[in-house]
Nanobody
């Protein structure tokens, strides 16, 4: 059974840092794209980043470039989202999701992600 479990969310002051983890199981991690998405109340779901597990290449959304870094630890089947310089507008539920990797393609947030975690809440106070 495919399972994705997010952790690391919490309350942090503006300007602070937080690291989210996505622990994956039940599928071939090395052949997957792992995406981070977020959704705030009253807003559409937004793609944050994605990573190609096999080579570590990433895509990052414009709103988080220069502040968030996505990485993977393939030995642990875990993807991380290191968030720095957090802003109140980063407040949202953060989800990780998995998709089968397309050979010789970089990851894309527009591709269909079939498997999703239940999310972890990130709240950034002023």
């Amino acid at each position: 059974e495919v399972q994705l479990v997010e952790s690391g969310g919490g309350l942090v002051q503006a300007g602070g840092s937080l690291r989210l983890s996505c622990a994956a199981s039940g599928f071939s991690f090395d052949d997957a794209w792992i995406g981070w998405f977020r959704q705030a109340p009253g807003k559409e779901r937004e793609a944050v980043s994605c990573i190609v597990s096999s080579d570590g290449s990433t895509w990052n959304g414009d709103s988080v470039k220069g502040r968030f870094i996505t990485s993977s630890d393939n030995a642990k089947n875990t993807v991380y989202l290191q968030m720095s310089s957090l802003k109140p507008e980063d407040t949202a539920v953060y989800y990780c999701a998995a998709a089968p990797a397309l050979p010789n393609y970089g990851c894309s947030p527009l591709y269909e992600y079939d498997y999703w975690g239940h999310g972890t809440q990130v709240t950034v106070s002023s």
